[in-house]
């Protein structure tokens, strides 16, 4: 029998049921919180610091990834995958037990980390265990997950609070990171080859707090001004780390970042379409539950429901797309996808206008 139709071992199963599961909290992290973060704000107060709820986990999250990789190229990944899930499990339960805004964003960002671990390294994994005809049927699978957390990930999050408290929101995150932890570490074993990689420790404590201060500059503008000590200092100093960053990129033997891939014209138009459909999918993730709920006076469910709806596209987009691409080219598929993206997000934005013009009563003739 070839190798390549070679069928799927128990072993093999197990693990991917372990890794699917480290995905799938990770992925519906991303999404179960938003819903109830108005709930949220409401019992803890701090609607100044509500965007740092969701910049400090996805700072955490991305920019320690290449960090995590390569310590799983030195020490397994194994050990790597589990800490992570060992930091995002821990910091569910924290955010679970959180009592103020500073507490829950410091929590967020512990989930981050753990974030950062798990999903690369779970792709490398089934890497890893499938040979390559077996690894193409698998990858649609595990794929699958962040489309099925995008479209239930909001509906869940807003039943939930509405039903036994948001804290739960984040404390059903420990049982099935205590399963997929158990699952990989009963059943993978994994031979080490120790590989030594030079780590630019440096241009990831720069970036890092850089891109940090840069995000407190403008969200503390708001209530100090720009002309304020605190905003400017924290503009110098994002400016400072930033160009750190830079220069021990540039010098770094294995760079956290490679300047090749960004040389190509492909992978610089592509990153700058994925930043601005991050941009607006994790925004509107973020802002339109308190639209919701504060502004158009409906519940937690209803704002679940409005982002789930908005998060069918995402793979039901990825379906068609992908097979169109083929008759059709690449180019035409994106132009198409982003002018979606912006015309869609420009008419959400007159959302609470057109509801307040539907709820107006009429003058009777």
Not at 132 to 148: E, H, N
Not at 307 to 317: D, E, F, K, Q, Y
Request: proline content about 6%.
């Amino acid at each position: 029998m070839p190798s390549a139709d070679r069928p799927i071992t128990r072993e093999q199963l197990l693990i991917s049921a372990g890794v699917m599961a480290g995905i799938a909290v990770a992925a519906l992290d991303s999404t179960v919180v938003g819903t109830a973060m108005p709930t949220i704000i409401g019992q803890l107060g701090g609607i100044e610091a509500y965007g740092w709820v969701f910049a400090a986990y996805l700072l955490t999250a991305t920019t320690t990834v290449p960090v995590f990789a390569s310590l799983a190229d030195s020490h397994g990944r194994k050990p790597i995958f589990l800490a992570g899930l060992a930091l995002f499990v821990g910091g569910s339960a924290l955010c679970g037990l959180s009592q103020s805004m500073l507490q829950l964003i410091v929590f967020r960002a512990i989930q981050g980390l753990g974030a950062g671990a798990v999903q690369p390294i779970a792709f490398t994994i089934v890497g890893d265990i499938f040979e390559p005809r077996q690894r193409a049927r698998m990858q649609g699978l595990f794929s699958s997950v962040w489309g099925l957390s995008a479209i239930v990930g909001p509906a869940l999050g807003g039943l939930i609070t509405a039903t036994v408290g948001w804290r739960w929101v984040f404390y059903l995150n420990v049982p099935v990171g205590l399963l997929a932890a158990g699952l990989i570490a009963a059943v993978l074993h994994e031979h080490i080859e120790p590989r030594v990689h030079r780590l630019n420790w440096i241009g990831s404590v720069t970036l890092t707090v850089g891109v940090s201060l840069l995000l407190l500059a403008p969200s503390e503008s708001i209530q100090l001004g720009w002309s304020s000590p605190l905003v400017v200092g924290s503009i110098l100093g994002a400016l400072v780390l930033l160009m750190a960053f830079a220069r021990s990129e540039a010098a770094a033997r294995e760079p956290l970042i490679s300047r090749d891939l960004l040389r190509r014209p492909v992978v610089a138009a592509g990153l700058a379409v994925g930043t601005l459909a991050g941009v607006v999918m994790f925004g509107l993730t973020a802002y339109v539950p308190p639209l919701i709920q504060g502004v158009m006076g409906g519940s937690p469910l209803d704002a679940g429901i409005a982002v789930a709806a908005m998060s069918i596209g995402w793979p039901l987009g990825s379906i068609v797309s992908g097979r169109t691409m083929l008759r059709f080219g690449a180019r035409p598929i994106v132009l198409i996808g982003t002018g979606m993206l912006v015309l869609g997000t420009a008419m959400l934005t007159q959302a609470a206008v057109i509801q307040s013009l539907s709820t107006r009563p009429r003058r009777p003739r």
